[in-house]
């Protein structure tokens, strides 16, 4: 191990020397910033992106278990929560009974305002050594990691 992965190793700092580990370690310290700046919120990561994905518009709730790649009774119990709320309104597909339509309330369209002035808040601080030129190549970078369970075989 060089003298600078030693040093980051015994400090806590990321672990340098495996990509899908120094991924990890930046995510999870990600994930806790998040959560903490939604704190203010009341919101918890997954029903901050359900609103987000509801503010380009109404859409079913099928389209949303595929959006958030969940088991259709996660979408359940999370738009049980936003509608108890009032953040979420559900309605039957009046073409097709069986279809569930969600949209956002104009109170979750508010709790979303407030959810991207936290969330900008925290990214500023998170990239706040980076160039915007670096934050675009970041951006562009992870968009391209195969991460989705279809991509990913682990060997197999």
Known sequence: MAAQEEDAAQAGGPPV???????????GITDTLIR????????????AMTLMHLADGPVTQKALIEWL???PSVVVGLLNDLETDGLVRRRRDPGDRRRHIVEITPEGTERLR?????????ERELVADLTDRDVATLRRLLGRLRT????????E
Not at 36 to 47: C, S, V
Not at 114 to 122: C, F, G, P, S
Not at 148 to 155: K, P, V
């Open 17 to 27: 020397d495996r990509l899908g580990f120094l991924l990890a370690w930046h995510g």
């Open 36 to 47: 903490k700046a939604l704190g203010a919120t009341g919101l918890t990561p997954r029903q």
């Open 114 to 122: 407030t959810t991207d002035t936290a969330l900008e808040t925290m």
């Open 69 to 71: 790649a969940v088991d």
């Open 148 to 155: 989705s369970a279809e991509d990913f075989t682990c060997g």
